[in-house]
């Protein structure tokens, strides 16, 4: 009920304005003088060129044109007493004013045009806070592909281990949005949808705050916006390839390996039958036979016997032969497509969709399952839709309304049963299959109908035989609705007024269990006869079952499911359905020499959750072992007021000093919350499981404050530098904690939750160097200083301590992915037509170069003992209850990064196509970047283990002495196998590769 209350209290405040996603537009505002008389004119139309957009000058000269989509203009001004003027490529960027002013001649010859080429923004003197953005134009000649490695690039965003961190933020604080509208994952609060590079007219990072029109990241916001149609069509397709030749086969050429990487993207857009409705959509089509390119050693072990003890007959024998440099199992296939469609009528309409369907092999230990033909992986589709309406009720009021829908679906598939999840274990099954495709139902042997043969060992490892299934099934599905409409209006020449909000809810489903848990359901091994006679709560528990969304055989629900052989407290929830809503009100102030964006934002946050009335002591059904249903209670919403606000002060032309404060708020990831009530059941009742998979309720938002300082000063007519300094202080970080039951408990001990309680201080400087296009050259410097420091650089840090019973950390140190020095420099030298002679002209290259001081860690010491024979190297990094810290946390840093990419590029015109040939080499001296190291040596080759005789003599004695060593090396060391295995990271960065592609446009 107090829910229910807060929300309608929440709603009746939000109504009160309307409502309101980030914004996707920007505005083109500015003076039209008399060229002579340097007097402002009146009645001046000024006018984008193909569309219907535009504004006449007041008394003042002055004009305004709101909501102007991103994008490249030629502006107009024209009155029939003077020359007409146009403004050629006038680049206009989200959430930012861009200034054209005029000054027009007088003439007595009606028609008479002066057209000037706009020059690129040195910097933006009107921005309020940071801001790093790249164009559509910048992204045909960079070479590097892909929303993450493009951003990587900028100041302020550090991407480690394949996760984006700004300014020393955790990963699930940083928010997306596509055209304006979210586009994160509730449940982890990452990029939910692919966006192709050729669709994208611009990308914005904001790393420093950001107003009060936008949430949902706290370090920071990444905005996308999608290409629209042009006047004229347009298209292109594009197709390269990273080699000609199996990489299978091991074999280098130019000295690098091949990972069979093949993509095509094609483009098209332009008018449809008239200029006032336009489309653009991109399609990609992407095939990668070894997604994880990574330096890996090819191995060849003849002869090698399996040492199972289990064995009663005569063991198996194997030869074990790896490539060199290709890593099988990790096919990646997906196509994706992106568009949008626009509408310049009374009511401006513009429509936008994303979908994607990916294909992939999920295989961590392909050393030890290269004799298996059987693979697992994943299906997925994504779809975005989105949708804005903007009416004008004069050139300088507007009410914009938005929408979107997003979906997203993720089933295991089995290589050879796809998502049949009955058939993963099932003998007669696998027999049926082998007999079609291998032509022997023979292939795969069994130990009973629903065991199949352990695996091998040999010298102490376990490697899979073929046919042997994975112990997994899973099915996940989520869905969310946003929508909005704002209100704009420009009161007078100083004030852009907005009021909105926005309303954003959300359906979670989530199946998995264990496959093998078929064997419970057959008579004829001892069991129950078919799934529906298993008891629910044993099935539960055999099956590992973990389901919201869905009952505990798979099939969708919508309500609470109870079983009634199963007591009062075993049953599946229905789905989860968080809701997101927000208001705010903001006033863009703008003078000549002042600028200021002050905003306040309104946030509701309802993650439909519960928590334990006592977590000390639960209602438990001990006949059961579960907790009773009136154990809990519903989490409250929380309602906050977050101000914002920047300045931004040009002193002149050249010089500009900002300043920006706010305070953020954001949702924790839902998968630390959404468990079912049998894994609460498990993880606190009946215990044992819980030490490395904490459970969660009960969490609250994130809450941030950030400020900065920054100075943008232009150097010369084609160079400015922009510096800023921040600082950051996040509060209620989630970390773990161990939960003692109270004296009259009937808990039989501890268990460990996720709660909110870690914190983390940033501090650093920026620094942004950008040279326009000069004598062929342009360049792009960016440079960031960063100190990180919290009490746990993740949500699990904590665990090893409280396994030992010390305090957990209440002292800030260095965080793991803080790298204090990151940086990059991007020159692009390019001839134009007619420039350079017949060879050089439209001849291009392009260089990035990104540098890393490498991230903290603390050196450790583990305990030895008995030790597997596989693991030995790295049990004490995941497993962290082993091992004792030898200095220290944070004390320690791996090497520095260095790589460098070379995209080099000719085009030609083909009639009335043009046609450009390119390479691209990602880096370029292949260099073995260290980018983890085990903790026990610092090293990335050696883990301390195999290199000391006392540690592993005992394994090698028991394991073939030699040969194990042989084997150990070439699979945990050569290839760090173990580690990526273990710790899902690389101990190196990715070596060369090279591709080579030919671009058709017309």
Do not use: C
């Not at 933006?124 to 960079?142: F, H, M, Q, R, Y």
């Not at 509408?343 to 961590?364: A, N």
């Not at 959300?506 to 069991?527: H, Q």
């Amino acid at each position: 009920m107090m829910k229910r209350i807060l929300f309608f209290v929440f709603a009746i405040v939000i109504l009160i304005p309307t409502f309101i996603f980030s914004a996707s537009s920007g505005k083109i505002s500015g003076i039209v003088k008399d060229a002579k008389t340097s007097e402002p004119l009146a009645g001046v139309n000024v006018t984008l060129e193909s569309t219907t957009m535009g504004a006449a000058t007041d008394v003042d000269g002055y004009f305004a044109i709101l909501n102007v989509p991103v994008g490249a203009y030629n502006v107009r001004a024209h009155i029939i007493s003077h020359k007409a003027m146009v403004i050629q490529g006038l680049r206009v960027s989200g959430g930012i004013t861009t200034e054209a002013n005029f000054d027009l001649e007088e003439t007595v010859i009606e028609g008479e045009e002066v057209v000037v080429i706009a020059k690129r923004k040195l910097f933006e003197k009107g921005a309020t806070s940071s801001i790093s953005i790249t164009t559509s134009e910048d992204l045909e000649n960079v070479p590097v592909r892909g929303i993450t490695n493009i951003i990587a690039n900028m100041a302020g965003v550090v991407v480690q281990d394949g996760a984006i961190h700004i300014r020393g933020g955790r990963p699930v604080e940083v928010g997306y949005y596509v055209n304006g509208v979210s586009a994160s994952d509730p449940m982890n609060n990452r990029r939910a949808v692919h966006i192709i590079d050729e669709a994208i007219e611009e990308i914005q990072v904001l790393a420093g705050g950001y107003t009060a029109d936008m949430g949902g990241g706290n370090a920071g916001v990444v905005k996308m916006e999608l290409k629209s149609g042009g006047s004229k069509l347009h298209g292109s397709i594009d197709a390269r390839t990273d080699g000609f030749r199996d990489p299978a086969e091991g074999e280098k050429v130019l000295d690098t390996y091949n990972y069979g990487h093949d993509m095509v993207i094609a483009t098209l857009g332009g008018p449809l039958g008239t200029e006032k409705v336009k489309f653009f959509v991109a399609a990609e089509m992407n095939n990668q036979k070894d997604d994880a390119v990574r330096f890996s050693e090819g191995f060849n072990f003849e002869d090698r016997i399996d040492a199972d003890p289990s064995l009663t007959t005569v063991p198996d024998t194997a030869n074990l032969v790896y490539p060199n440099g290709f890593t099988p199992n990790q096919d990646d296939n997906f196509y994706s497509i992106n568009g949008t469609v626009t509408l310049d009528l009374p009511i401006q309409l513009r429509l936008g969709g994303m979908y994607t369907g990916r294909e992939y092999v999920s295989d961590g230990t392909p050393m030890l399952s290269m004799l298996n033909d059987r693979t697992y992986g994943y299906k997925t589709e994504t779809m975005m839709l989105t949708g804005k309406a903007s009416k004008f009720f004069s050139s300088k009021t507007y009410l914009e309304l938005k929408g979107s829908y997003f979906s997203y679906h993720r089933e295991s598939n089995d290589s050879w049963f796809g998502n049949d999840w009955q058939s993963y274990y099932d003998s007669a099954a696998v027999a049926d299959y082998t007999l079609e495709e291998y032509d022997s139902a023979g292939v795969v042997n069994y130990r009973s109908t629903w065991r199949p043969e352990y695996s091998y060992l040999f010298n102490g490892f376990t490697f899979e035989r073929n046919g042997n299934p994975y112990n997994l099934y899973l099915d996940e599905k989520r869905e969310f609705y946003e929508v909005a409409a704002d209100f704009s209006t420009q009161y007078g020449r100083h004030h852009e007024i907005k009021v909105g909000g926005t309303y954003k809810s959300s359906t979670v489903r989530r199946f998995n269990m264990a496959p093998s848990a078929m064997l419970y359901a057959d008579s004829s091994a001892g069991y129950y006869n078919g799934i529906e006679n298993v008891p629910a709560d044993e099935w539960i528990l055999y099956g590992f079952i973990n389901a919201y969304g869905y009952d505990i055989y798979g099939d969708e629900v919508d309500e609470n499911t109870y079983y009634n052989d199963a007591g009062t407290g075993v049953y599946t929830e229905g789905p989860k359905n968080p809701v997101q809503a927000a208001a705010y009100f903001m006033d863009k102030i703008e003078y000549n020499d002042l600028i200021i964006n002050a905003g306040l934002r309104l946030e509701y946050f309802d993650s439909d959750d519960q928590e334990l009335k006592d977590p000390a002591n639960p209602g438990i059904d001990p006949n059961e072992g579960v907790l009773l249903e009136d154990a809990w209670e519903d989490k409250d919403p929380t309602i906050e007021v977050s101000p914002r606000i920047g300045f931004s002060f040009p002193v002149s032309d050249k010089t500009a000093f900002y300043f920006q404060y706010g305070k953020f708020l954001q949702m924790p990831e839902l998968n630390n919350i959404y468990f079912s009530s049998f894994t609460y059941a498990r993880q606190i009742v009946r215990q044992g499981y819980y030490f490395l998979s904490p459970v969660g309720f009960g969490l609250d938002p994130l809450r941030t404050t950030s400020y900065e300082v920054g100075f943008r000063q232009k150097v010369s007519e084609s160079s400015a530098l922009d510096i800023t300094a921040f600082y950051k202080n996040v509060k209620g970080l989630v970390t773990t904690y161990k939960q003692e039951p109270s004296l009259t408990s009937l808990v039989p001990g501890t268990y460990v939750r996720y709660v909110n309680g870690d914190f983390v201080t940033t501090k650093g400087l920026e620094l942004r160097y950008t040279m326009r296009r000069t004598q062929r050259l342009s360049t792009q410097v960016n440079y960031t200083l960063t100190l990180g420091e919290g009490t746990a650089s993740n949500s699990t840090a904590a665990t090893g301590a409280l396994d030992q019973n010390t305090h957990l950390p209440t002292t800030i140190n260095p965080l793991e992915f803080s790298q204090k020095h990151t940086g990059s420099i991007s020159l692009d030298y390019r001839f134009g037509d007619n420039d350079g002679g017949l060879l050089l002209q439209n001849f291009g290259a392009n260089v990035l170069f990104k540098f890393s001081s490498g991230h903290p860690y603390t050196k450790v010491d583990y305990k030895g003992g008995q030790t597997d024979p596989y693991t030995a190297g790295v049990d004490y990094m995941y497993d962290t209850r082993a091992r004792i810290s030898e200095e220290a946390i944070g004390a320690s840093t791996t090497p520095w990064t260095f790589y460098t990419d070379l995209k080099l590029d000719k085009s030609f015109k083909l009639g009335g196509l043009s046609a450009t040939v390119y390479a691209i080499v990602n880096n370029v001296f292949n260099h073995k970047n260290v980018i983890n190291v085990y903790q026990f040596t610092g090293s990335a080759g050696d883990d301390g283990y195999i290199s000391d005789t006392d540690r592993y003599e005992t394994n090698a004695n028991a394991n073939g002495g030699q040969d194990y060593v042989d084997m150990y090396n070439a699979i945990n060391i050569e290839n760090g196998q173990a580690y990526w295995d273990r710790l899902n990271q690389e101990l190196y960065g990715q070596p060369r590769q090279i591709f080579v592609g030919i671009k058709v446009s017309f």
